[in-house]
């Protein structure tokens, strides 16, 4: 056991507010002693302070829901051994929650969560909603904690919504962007989707493709949020240079006027169905540049017979560990993203931004890796 320090400079409370005062003198000590110090016993402390043990007692109760203290029944009290760790907030839309919503979110979650605890890091997880709180967008949660400086970071991943984000720029706290640098964000961290879109289409070259259609979700993502320019701009100039090097070469956009549904798995299915339905499917190589769209194309593929490597080559954006192609038929080309490393990336990114080792503008690129999927469950897709 950790023996007991003698307590540093202690100076009798004479503050209107006892126990508020109390508790920040105490905090004080905490942080000299260092985590998992034992402090003197309650009796020695309350002489010290000059205060009575049950108003020592209201501050023990405050520092202990603050994480500062920790107190063992029978043993004594403890400075908290999580004093002094980084709590970072991570910030996601709501729609994560969604049947239809790519494992996407989950995944990095899951990843932020392993990398912080790895790292003595704490984080607490917000849903970007409307707030209750006057003035405020974000979840009532995240403000209360920002109103309490219970924050040393935050990871937005949300839909960039102008107005959310704008408001976390207001409160001068080290912040992170997944995505592109609208709004004036000076830190953020994305998948290479020039990288994406290019390794999608030349693996179908490669494979000796002359007629190639992309089918791309922007047609819809547009609908959704407005805020994808950036994508859209690279990946037109990608499609305007491939143009000339295949005998065919076309951009498909789904047609949102047979896709009342918004998840886009339904979205790949209908647009397929329609185009072999009307004999326009002449393509020997399709790219998606999203997973759950592919998979929407992939069950009418499955459905008609259409061999995969063979009729058709295909190659799609996808997420490393992510189940929404686990058991699609053997041979498609995955372009994948790593949540886990862009997590990562995330926060080394904070906390190089938190420690004031990053002070310039810094936005960071992730590269996808390229293999084909081989499925390792019988089960048909």
């Not at 905090?27 to 205060?51: C, H, M, T």
């Not at 994305?190 to 494979?207: C, N, Y």
């Not at 769209?293 to 490393?320: C, P, W, Y």
């Not at 992510?322 to 995330?346: F, H, K, R, W």
Request: glycine letters at 6%.
């Amino acid at each position: 056991m950790t023996e007991t320090k003698n307590i540093l400079d202690i100076k009798p409370i004479q503050h209107e507010s006892k126990v508020s005062a109390l508790a920040k003198e105490i905090e004080r000590i905490a942080y000299n002693y260092g985590a998992g110090v034992k402090l003197p016993k309650v009796r020695d402390l309350a002489k010290s302070f000059q205060v009575s043990i049950a108003t020592l007692d209201r501050a023990l109760h405050i520092l202990e829901q603050d994480d500062v203290v920790e107190r063992r029944h029978g043993v004594g009290v403890f400075v908290s051994k999580n004093l002094g760790v980084k709590t970072i907030g991570l910030i996601y839309d709501r729609n994560i929650f969604d049947k239809t919503a790519s494992p996407f979110p989950q995944i990095l979650t899951e990843a932020a969560v392993q990398r912080a605890n790895e790292h003595n890091e704490k984080l607490r997880i917000y849903l970007d909603v409307p707030s209750h709180i006057k003035g405020w967008l974000g979840h009532d949660d995240f403000i209360n904690d920002i109103h309490e400086d219970k924050l040393d970071g935050v990871l937005y991943c949300g839909s960039r919504r102008t107005e959310s984000i704008k408001e976390l720029l207001t409160l001068s706290l080290p912040f992170v962007q997944m995505g592109d640098s609208v709004n004036n964000v000076s830190y953020y961290v994305k998948p290479d989707m020039q990288a994406i879109f290019t390794m999608g289409i030349d693996a179908l070259i490669s494979r000796g493709c002359t007629n190639i259609v992309v089918l791309t979700g922007y047609g819809a993502v547009r609908c959704y949020d407005p805020e994808f320019s950036e994508d859209i701009d690279i990946f037109n100039s990608i499609v305007k240079s491939y143009e000339s090097k295949t005998n065919s070469f076309s951009l498909l956009t789904p047609d949102m006027s047979i896709n009342s549904a918004v998840d886009l798995e339904t979205i790949g299915y209908n647009t397929i169905c329609k185009m072999i339905n009307d004999n326009r499917f002449p393509y020997d190589g399709i790219f998606l540049t999203n997973d759950m769209m592919a998979r929407g194309a992939l069950h009418v593929f499955t459905e008609l017979g259409i061999k995969i490597g063979k009729d058709i080559q295909v190659s799609t954006q996808a997420n490393s560990h992510s189940p929404v192609l686990a058991l699609a038929p053997n041979g498609i080309i995955l372009i994948e993203n790593d949540p886990c490393l862009i997590a990562q990336t995330m926060l080394d990114l904070l906390n190089s931004v938190m420690a004031g080792k990053q002070t310039q503008p810094c936005g960071i690129q992730v590269k996808p890796t390229v293999h084909i999927h081989q499925k390792t469950s019988p089960v048909n897709f």
